[in-house]
């Protein structure tokens, strides 16, 4: 992906404030939308499954209308579907630009596995449709027995290919969920990922505990969206008592319930695995909202039990989306802490790149040791603690990281609680290089 690398420029640091939140938003719509769709079609499946079996029109009545639910229309697909997977790719490769990770090729086959199986998704529910054709033209009412029979033909070979789109369209589709939540796993843990292999990062322990969640966050969704489909369909119709709605309530309300009661143990196992310095009292807030949020779900799921209404399963339908896209945004700012460093490198970058172009930076020569004296020593000693640490103390994990250096000096992030944080001392690009430089070689000198 190297070539993605090399195609984006550097950015100043409000631009890649502004790439996080773009990511977040893009995410809040993609996500469940996908996630909808995997739910939705393995239902759908299951209920064909069961429709041949059992022979009832009303399993496969479902099972269309299950599809027409989750695929909403053509264009959706490809609008929720594959735009968003394209955008995030191009933010990621600015975000990660030059950083020793990549997450660029899971999310590139990602988008390779989506497109496939949203084609073969997409027929399959056509030909849900096509299917219900066939079967209004029942062979039994024409005379004919050549076309009667030339009917049931085509009529099965579609079915086969139905079969056939929807089975392998599920696969692909899983298939792209898990390389997608492999590529946005590896970011999370940008200071700790240290797996190189294909293999082993898809199937890191860390990666798999989110896959288990998104599933089960994408079967809870699809049984709220279901109800709250059928409810607001039922409002005018008197068929609310029928043995049909009745299967669909409680089968839906099942689906959504056996899967929801997991997701709070996930969520926990994927806590307890991100490293305590990349979880700030953010990212403990948006999880107690989706917290909160899924257990206001448990409640109107237990309400439908007393009474179905659409409110509440409008309700349900609502709290259970904004739970998944506050998860959402607790794993994005995780990952903001996480890449932190990389932001201030990139944008260091960015100062310099832009001074270049102005011309600065290449004039006279700066004395690091001088601004050392000017700008810094108010606050600190090389070998005491001032206001902020002695630098020999803090200068050991930047041996060699002279770029973290600068990019620390010329936008300091929050590093020690036992500090408070340290104002910018506002350094031209050439400046903090020279400061760094100087820091760094004292440091050696001192060593010796
Ligand atoms: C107004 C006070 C102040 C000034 C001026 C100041 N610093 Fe700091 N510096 C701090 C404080 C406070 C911390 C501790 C911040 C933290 O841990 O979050 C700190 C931390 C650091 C660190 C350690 C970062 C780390 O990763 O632990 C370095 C390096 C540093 N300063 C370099 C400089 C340099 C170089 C200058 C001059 C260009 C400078 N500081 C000017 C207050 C200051």
């Not at 209004?136 to 009412?141: D, G, W």
């Not at 969640?213 to 609310?240: D, P, Q």
């Not at 969520?267 to 953010?282: C, E, K, Q, R, Y």
């Not at 109107?300 to 896209?325: H, Q, R, W």
Request: net charge positive.
């Amino acid at each position: 992906m190297d070539f993605l690398n090399n195609s984006v420029l550097p950015q100043s640091a409000e631009h890649i404030q502004l790439l996080h939140y773009l990511l977040i938003l893009i995410q809040f719509l993609f996500i469940p939308f996908i996630s909808l769709l995997f739910g939705g079609s393995i239902l759908s499946l299951l209920m064909k499954r069961r429709a041949k079996k059992f022979g009832e029109e009303k399993y496969f009545n479902f099972a269309k209308d299950i599809m027409e639910f989750v695929t909403i229309s053509k264009s959706v697909g490809v609008i929720i579907g594959i735009v968003p997977l394209i955008t995030m790719i191009l933010i990621y490769a600015q975000l990660l630009q030059n950083s020793q990770i990549s997450n660029l090729n899971f999310l590139v086959l990602s988008l390779a596995s989506i497109v496939i199986s949203l084609i073969l998704i997409y027929s399959f529910r056509y030909s849900l449709s096509f299917k219900r054709i066939f079967k209004a033209i029942s062979p039994t009412e024409i005379n004919d027995k050549d076309i009667s029979s030339e009917i049931k033909k085509i009529s099965e070979e579609s079915d086969h290919i139905s079969n056939t789109a929807g089975k392998y369209g599920v696969i692909f589709l899983f298939l792209g969920i898990w390389l997608f939540i492999t590529g946005i796993t590896i970011p999370i843990y940008y200071n700790q990922w240290d797996i190189s292999s294909f293999i082993e990062s898809i199937f890191a322990l860390k990666v798999l505990t989110r896959l288990v969640l998104y599933i089960l966050f994408s079967f809870t969704l699809t049984g709220g969206l279901i109800l709250f489909r059928y409810f607001n369909l039922e409002k005018n119709s008197a068929t609310s008592e029928n043995d049909y709605y009745k299967f669909v309530k409680s089968y839906s309300k099942n689906v959504s319930i056996r899967s929801g009661i997991f997701i709070p143990l996930f969520m926990l196992f994927n806590l307890l695995s991100i490293p305590a310095v990349d979880l700030s009292g953010t990212v403990f807030t948006y999880l107690v909202f989706s917290l909160l949020l899924l257990f206001l779900g448990y409640h109107f799921l237990y309400m439908l039990n007393k009474s179905y209404s659409a409110i509440f399963t409008s309700l349900l339908f609502l709290v259970l989306v904004f739970s998944l896209g506050f998860f959402i945004v607790s794993e994005q700012t995780i990952m903001k802490n996480s890449t932190k460093v990389q932001s201030a490198i990139l944008s260091a970058d960015f100062e310099k790149y832009l001074a270049g172009l102005k011309g600065e930076g290449t004039g006279t020569e700066v004395n690091g040791a001088e601004i050392y004296k000017v700008r810094c020593e108010s606050c600190h000693r090389f070998d005491q603690k001032l206001i902020g640490p002695a630098h020999k103390d803090v200068l050991p994990k930047y041996v060699g990281k002279e770029a973290q250096l600068v990019a620390f000096i010329r936008n300091p992030v929050k590093v020690n609680p036992e500090f408070p944080p340290m104002p910018n001392p506002g350094l031209k690009p050439n400046e903090a290089e020279a400061v760094a430089k100087y820091l760094l070689e004292r440091f050696a000198e001192e060593q010796k």
